[in-house]
Structure formats: C-alpha cells, structure tokens
C-alpha cells in the first residue's frame, strides 16, 4: 500500500536537456541514471517511478530521447528527518534507432563525457527487456561501466509480461550471459508498478548516505 512504503517520491519535475557539461543543471544534487537499448521502457518506468504522467515522453519509434534529459525528483524517506532530492537523468537508448552513424557517434561522445565526469553520480539502472537474452550492446555496455567503478543495478523490464517461472527463468539466463552468478536484477512492469518499491528502496538507501 502506498500508505506503508517507506521512500515517497513527493514531486517530479523536468529541469534540462543537455548534449554538454554547460547545459547541465546548475543544482548539485545526487544523480540516478536511466540507461537501456532504444524502446526498452526508460519513459515508462520514469513515469511509473515519479507517478506524473507524461513527465517523460513515451514512444514507439526507438531514439526518439536524443539528449541527457535531467528530472528533478522530491523524496521522503521513513524515519529521515529532512527531505531530498536528487536528479534522475535519462540517457539516449543505445543500439537501434532511427538515425545516422553521426548521429550514434555524437550521442556516444556526449553520453561517455556525462558518465565519466559526473561527480554526483550515484549508480546505473540499466534497463534491460525481460523477454529477450542480453544483446551485444547491453553486455558492453555493463561490462563497459563495470570497468570503470560506476556501480549497476540491472532492471528487468516488461515483467508483466511474462510469469514469475518465465522471469526466474530469464533473470537466470541473463546472468549468465553477464557471467555473474549473483547479479543482482530487479524485475520491473510500469504497468502494474511492480518493482517500483524495490527500486525506491535502493534510490533511499543512497539518498541516506550522499
């Protein structure tokens, strides 16, 4: 119940788009970072997450989030006295998507400045669909944050769309594929908001400790 959750989000807001660190919002506050291949659901699980509708623009046509999108979000934390807030940024989906080269190249260039040099950021979700195997570029993409210490959480979205025995069965394969046995991979649906408190409690435990 909604009542009972121990990490509240109070208010959602968009506050910039950025291709470069002078676009960057000028409020230091921690960040949580939306990555995934292009229409795994990032728009979604913000929407869900936040529960302000339309706060990120949902598409069926993959690319369609071509800049680092920064949301402001209020939170209230069971027992912490004060509020927090911290940025959740919504990065350009990798793999497919309807553009050029030039353009993946750019995205690419802007996308590793952003995430090598943020001094506030605080973890990855990479998302990741529930129903398919890892592809090449999710697995480069963990192993390519993992070399460089920023810490991941694996979400496996579109969880309603298969059964609890199909996703135990699918959350095995990818860690295999990522060849860490105790991966930890947290199953999500935006639709029925399942794993949303989960995914709040990690966002807390973080909060708590900046």
């Known amino acids: 119940m909604a009542g009972k959750e121990r990490v509240i989000i109070t208010q959602g807001q968009y506050v ?12 230091e506050l921690p960040e949580i970072v939306c990555i995934g291949r292009s229409n795994v659901g ?22 369609k989030t071509q800049t680092i999108n920064f949301y402001e ?43 090598t040099t943020s001094p506030r950021l605080q973890f ?19 192993r390519w944050l993992v070399e460089r210490g920023i810490p991941v959480l694996v979400i496996a979205t579109k969880a309603d769309k298969i059964g609890k025995n199909a996703q135990n069965r699918q959350i095995s394969i990818m860690r295999k594929v990522f060849g860490i046995a105790e991966l930890s ?16 409690d990690v966002i807390g435990d973080t909060l708590i400790q900046c």
């Open 16 to 27: 910039a788009s950025a291709v470069k660190k002078e676009q960057y919002p000028e409020k």
């Open 73 to 115: 979000l209020g939170v209230r934390i069971a027992d912490v006295k004060d509020r927090k807030s911290f940025y959740l940024v919504d990065l350009p989906g990798y793999g497919y998507a309807k553009t050029g080269k030039e353009n993946r190249r750019m995205w690419a260039k802007f996308i590793e400045e952003y995430l």
């Open 42 to 63: 990032k728009s979604s699980l913000i929407n869900s997450l936040t529960r302000v509708k339309g706060l990120a623009r949902v598409s069926s046509q993959p690319g």
């Open 124 to 142: 990855v979700c990479q998302l990741i669909d529930i129903r398919h195997e890892p592809m090449a570029s999710d697995v480069g993409m963990f």
């Open 185 to 200: 991979i947290l199953p999500y649906s935006s639709l029925k908001n399942e794993g949303r408190s989960d995914l709040l």
